[in-house]
């Protein structure tokens, strides 16, 4: 009892003292996630909706290209398939996930995109790590795109961390002037911050993220199961980002993570879908 809470407080801390180090991640984050809504503290015109196995939140942008974010867990093979397939629009697919993540779930998704569908589905796995987010490594996608004769009604699908997500959705900017993409994030941090809101780019020698595009998805699929083979280095890590929203912008959803912080530690499923 007492490491957790030991735990939940070093994150508490560790966040307050990167908001002091990094004053700007404020308005950042303020001007990009205006529009979301929050499960249970939905913003003005969002619209969520809960049933037993996953809520839709909405992302309302002034442009008119609004989009959802699945957050569940235990999905039926059945409706996650529907799910994803709706916001595919041409035939054909790219899959493209990194070394790490493809043995545990590259096999799954391919064949919930194929699911009763004539969907052809063609997949890409890259090396895994920060150190590969790179032109060279976005090149790949390109290259496999053209290979696979993909027109501008295809769909990149980016399933992983930060890294895959910001390579993919970067290179669906640019892809024959921009294409559609879905967005599948493997990580808490993924899943509450990178996946969400139209960031996307990749490294340069000089700076990190400073080649990229704003490049909005088609809409976020979170399944919090799989955050089950996340090593605990990561979670804590993407638990500091949600404590921090707290901390920014909202004193209830911060008391919330004080009360249920063994649940999060212990990856309880109710307590992740909510965070």
Known sequence: MMIRRSTGLLLVLATLCHSLVVPQFQTRHQERQRHVGKLGMADEGSITVSTDKYDIVKVDLDDGRDYPIYIGTGYDDGEAA???????????????????IAPMYLEKYEQLLKQDSDLQVETLVLPDGEEHKTMEVLQKILDKSLECALDRKATFVALGGGVIGDMVGFAAAIYQRGINFVQIPTTVMAMVDSSVGGKTGVNHPLGKNMVGAFHQPQCVYIDTETLSTLPDREMQSGFSEIVKYGLIRDAEFFEWQEEHIEEMMARDPQALRYA
């Not at 916001?87 to 070394?99: A, F, M, R």
């Open 82 to 100: 529907q799910l994803l397939q709706s916001h595919i629009k041409g035939s054909k697919v790219l899959l493209i996930t990194n070394d790490r």
